[in-house]
């Protein structure tokens, strides 16, 4: 599947349902608080067909973080059903791979024993040797071949996060979900993990749906930018299909015209 | 930068010449600090010792006075003369009872070490003596003859230790597992809440009595001393507390982070306890052993004087009851190697936390 088949690509039914990797419907999240029910999300509609990398922009309280974990399972579904590949999903499993805001390793563990922790959960009759392979594959990948034993908390935040995505991986997932993962990070490290992410994923395909602030780093990363209305009761507003060849490199984007009508298309509607 | 300009030069001299001040520098700069830094301590000793001095000197004066002046309205001139003397000439049979000064605790300490080695070589003697008897004893079946001499000081400081090990393997034993359980069911949680919040501030000698209840009558038909099963018991009760409450805290309080991560891994139970929320608690659960350990010693004194379980507890009250012109200094003394034990404890206790734990602490 290429990105082609799928730009510009909004009404569901034309989808083939045999390409749907993820399909969230009439989703909706309700808080009850002390003053009434808060209702964050409602009739949230989205399918994410595979291979696809989507990322999801919107104000800061609307309710992104909340879906993603409903994706994730981590947060009870009120009403509307999540499925992957049609299967509606029953609370959170490795399945869906997650990359979290924090880097989220054990700091007591090396760089490996963090991604052993994964491998050895989802592939329990591999040999040890194999396991330790696999770990140690994506851990290079993500350029920390030299930094195995080195304890987690030793390492620097943009080399946690390295890790992270090297145990999201390893796992093999059939989504990835990426909860602004370079949002602590200074925009140097953002941008070089941004190609080691990219680097990755373009080998993987793994479906991706990834939660950003970042207007550039929604566009480089992925082939449709969701944006969510601000809450309550937040939803779809927009979508745009972004129409770049992959592999992408950041000179050639910058280059093209269309950057900018996308990014201000996306700053429209951020502003309004 | 500046070195490096230097050397550019490739003038040999003048390199030296810079490395050795900075040498000096440097040597400077360490002396200063260290030596500020043991002055401090040092001093702040030595103005203890002599508020110490001036206080035993001024309670021994007050107890002299009052003496002498007793002595003269009750049985004149005379005898008030002969008893200011007799305290002047230090004489053994005119000794205050009152704060000793430093000087008589050093001396006390020194009949204590003089005393361990006398009864050291007393047993070695002992031992030579009986050993060919005690072959013979146990041919026969018959009990071996022990030393029953008193015990030295050392051997008092060996047996405490070994109570407040044994309490606080007990604690350790008791209150980790529990506050592992607690911590991870807010179920046990609230079970065992009203619990703690009861039994946390009974006073050790409480605890000594109930341990001492239900021991002495489980082991009523025994014939053993069980002062010391007595003893340990109490110290592991009253010291466990901090540990539990530590333990539950740190087990419950884990990184909401690190459970999500273990969700979504799907982690066994058993995984996630021992991969993730030990490791993670393991901080937590070392200040508490710290504390309990700490506990546990301070406790440990008042228990063995109750439970009359050889030991520094026993010996400070043996001390106390038997009214010789030494006692109050030697009870100082144990009151000091009470203190710096405590202190080598707590040191104990902080190393391993720091070899175990992966947050280094700074000791308090």
């Given at each position: 599947?290429?990105?082609?088949?799928?730009?510009?690509?909004?009404?569901?039914?034309?989808?083939?349902?045999?390409?749907?990797?993820?399909?969230?419907?009439?989703?909706?999240?309700?808080?009850?608080?002390?003053?009434?029910?808060?209702?964050?999300?409602?009739?949230?509609?989205?399918?994410?067909?595979?291979?696809?990398?989507?990322?999801?922009?919107?104000?800061?309280?609307?309710?992104?973080?909340?879906?993603?974990?409903?994706?994730?399972?981590?947060?009870?579904?009120?009403?509307?059903?999540?499925?992957?590949?049609?299967?509606?999903?029953?609370?959170?499993?490795?399945?869906?791979?997650?990359?979290?805001?924090?880097?989220?390793?054990?700091?007591?563990?090396?760089?490996?024993?963090?991604?052993?922790?994964?491998?050895?959960?989802?592939?329990?009759?591999?040999?040890?040797?194999?396991?330790?392979?696999?770990?140690?594959?994506?851990?290079?990948?993500?350029?920390?071949?030299?930094?195995?034993?080195?304890?987690?908390?030793?390492?620097?935040?943009?080399?946690?996060?390295?890790?992270?995505?090297?145990?999201?991986?390893?796992?093999?997932?059939?989504?990835?979900?990426?909860?602004?993962?370079?949002?602590?990070?200074?925009?140097?490290?953002?941008?070089?993990?941004?190609?080691?992410?990219?680097?990755?994923?373009?080998?993987?395909?793994?479906?991706?749906?990834?939660?950003?602030?970042?207007?550039?780093?929604?566009?480089?990363?992925?082939?449709?930018?969701?944006?969510?209305?601000?809450?309550?009761?937040?939803?779809?507003?927009?979508?745009?299909?972004?129409?770049?060849?992959?592999?992408?490199?950041?000179?050639?984007?910058?280059?093209?015209?269309?950057?900018?009508?996308?990014?201000?298309?996306?700053?429209?509607?951020?502003?309004? | 930068?500046?070195?490096?300009?230097?050397?550019?030069?490739?003038?040999?001299?003048?390199?030296?010449?810079?490395?050795?001040?900075?040498?000096?520098?440097?040597?400077?700069?360490?002396?200063?600090?260290?030596?500020?830094?043991?002055?401090?301590?040092?001093?702040?000793?030595?103005?203890?010792?002599?508020?110490?001095?001036l206080g035993a000197e001024s309670l021994r004066q007050r107890e002299i006075d009052f003496r002498v002046e007793?002595?003269?309205?009750?049985?004149?001139?005379?005898?008030?003369?002969?008893?200011?003397?007799?305290?002047?000439?230090?004489?053994?049979?005119?000794?205050?009872?009152?704060?000793?000064?430093?000087?008589?605790?050093?001396?006390?300490?020194?009949?204590?070490?003089?005393?361990?080695?006398?009864?050291?070589?007393?047993?070695?003697?002992?031992?030579?003596?009986?050993?060919?008897?005690?072959?013979?004893?146990?041919?026969?079946?018959?009990?071996?003859?022990?030393?029953?001499?008193?015990?030295?000081?050392?051997?008092?400081?060996?047996?405490?230790?070994?109570?407040?090990?044994?309490?606080?393997?007990?604690?350790?034993?008791?209150?980790?597992?529990l506050g592992i359980f607690i911590g991870l069911s807010p179920a046990l949680k609230n079970a065992f809440n009203?619990?703690?919040?009861?039994?946390?501030?009974?006073?050790?000698?409480?605890?000594?009595?109930?341990?001492?209840?239900?021991?002495?009558?489980?082991?009523?038909?025994?014939?053993?001393?069980?002062?010391?099963?007595?003893?340990?018991?109490?110290?592991?009760?009253?010291?466990?507390?901090?540990?539990?409450?530590?333990?539950?805290?740190?087990?419950?309080?884990?990184?909401?982070?690190?459970?999500?991560?273990?969700?979504?891994?799907?982690?066994?139970?058993?995984?996630?306890?021992?991969?993730?929320?030990?490791?993670?608690?393991?901080?937590?659960?070392?200040?508490?052993?710290?504390?309990?350990?700490?506990?546990?010693?301070?406790?440990?004194?008042?228990?063995?004087?109750?439970?009359?379980?050889?030991?520094?507890?026993?010996?400070?009250?043996?001390?106390?009851?038997?009214?010789?012109?030494?006692?109050?200094?030697?009870?100082?003394?144990?009151?000091?190697?009470?203190?710096?034990?405590?202190?080598?404890?707590?040191?104990?206790?902080?190393?391993?936390?720091?070899?175990?734990?992966?947050?280094?602490?700074?000791?308090?």
């Amino acid at each position: 599947m290429t990105v082609e088949t799928i730009q510009k690509e909004t009404k569901k039914d034309t989808q083939s349902p045999s390409q749907i990797m993820l399909d969230i419907r009439n989703l909706k999240k309700v808080y009850p608080t002390p003053k009434g029910d808060y209702v964050v999300l409602e009739d949230l509609n989205l399918q994410i067909m595979k291979e696809e990398f989507v990322t999801i922009i919107g104000h800061s309280g609307c309710g992104k973080t909340t879906m993603l974990s409903m994706i994730a399972g981590l947060n009870e579904i009120t009403k509307g059903d999540i499925a992957v590949l049609g299967q509606p999903i029953k609370g959170p499993g490795p399945d869906r791979g997650v990359i979290f805001q924090a880097p989220s390793l054990m700091p007591w563990m090396s760089a490996l024993q963090n991604v052993m922790l994964g491998v050895n959960q989802v592939f329990p009759h591999a040999t040890k040797a194999q396991r330790l392979d696999i770990a140690k594959y994506y851990l290079q990948k993500v350029g920390l071949e030299d930094a195995f034993h080195k304890k987690a908390k030793e390492l620097s935040q943009g080399m946690q996060q390295r890790v992270g995505i090297a145990r999201a991986f390893a796992i093999k997932p059939k989504v990835l979900l990426l909860d602004e993962p370079f949002g602590m990070l200074d925009s140097l490290t953002r941008g070089e993990l941004q190609d080691t992410l990219i680097e990755i994923w373009n080998k993987e395909k793994i479906t991706a749906v990834m939660i950003t602030h970042d207007v550039d780093e929604a566009i480089f990363l992925a082939d449709r930018v969701v944006m969510m209305t601000s809450g309550p009761k937040a939803k779809i507003g927009d979508i745009l299909a972004v129409d770049f060849k992959r592999p992408r490199t950041r000179k050639a984007i910058l280059a093209s015209n269309d950057y900018y009508k996308y990014r201000k298309h996306l700053i429209d509607f951020l502003e309004h | 930068m500046k070195q490096s300009v230097v050397l550019k030069t490739n003038e040999r001299s003048l390199v030296l010449k810079a490395l050795s001040r900075l040498k000096f520098k440097r040597l400077k700069f360490e002396l200063v600090p260290s030596l500020k830094k043991l002055l401090i301590p040092v001093s702040s000793i030595l103005v203890f010792l002599g508020i110490w001095y001036l206080g035993a000197e001024s309670l021994r004066q007050r107890e002299i006075d009052f003496r002498v002046e007793k002595a003269f309205s009750d049985q004149g001139q005379a005898a008030a003369d002969a008893l200011t003397l007799c305290f002047a000439a230090n004489d053994p049979s005119c000794q205050t009872n009152t704060l000793p000064s430093p000087a008589q605790v050093w001396s006390s300490l020194i009949t204590l070490i003089d005393d361990y080695f006398i009864i050291k070589q007393d047993k070695l003697d002992f031992k030579a003596k009986t050993e060919a008897i005690n072959e013979t004893r146990i041919a026969q079946g018959n009990d071996p003859i022990v030393y029953t001499g008193r015990a030295s000081f050392v051997d008092q400081i060996i047996r405490s230790l070994k109570t407040v090990f044994a309490g606080f393997l007990l604690a350790l034993i008791v209150a980790v597992p529990l506050g592992i359980f607690i911590g991870l069911s807010p179920a046990l949680k609230n079970a065992f809440n009203w619990f703690i919040q009861v039994f946390k501030p009974v006073s050790p000698v409480v605890w000594y009595l109930l341990v001492f209840m239900i021991v002495k009558t489980m082991l009523i038909d025994s014939t053993e001393d069980n002062s010391f099963t007595i003893s340990f018991i109490s110290v592991g009760l009253c010291s466990m507390w901090a540990t539990l409450v530590n333990t539950a805290m740190g087990v419950s309080s884990v990184d909401k982070d690190f459970i999500n991560v273990a969700k979504v891994l799907k982690l066994g139970t058993f995984q996630k306890i021992f991969k993730v929320i030990l490791p993670s608690a393991l901080p937590f659960i070392f200040t508490g052993l710290k504390i309990t350990m700490s506990v546990g010693w301070m406790v440990l004194i008042a228990i063995e004087l109750l439970a009359q379980s050889p030991g520094l507890g026993t010996f400070v009250w043996e001390e106390f009851q038997n009214g010789a012109n030494d006692s109050n200094s030697k009870i100082i003394v144990a009151m000091f190697v009470i203190g710096v034990i405590g202190f080598l404890l707590d040191r104990f206790m902080l190393s391993i936390q720091n070899a175990v734990s992966f947050e280094k602490t700074d000791a308090i």
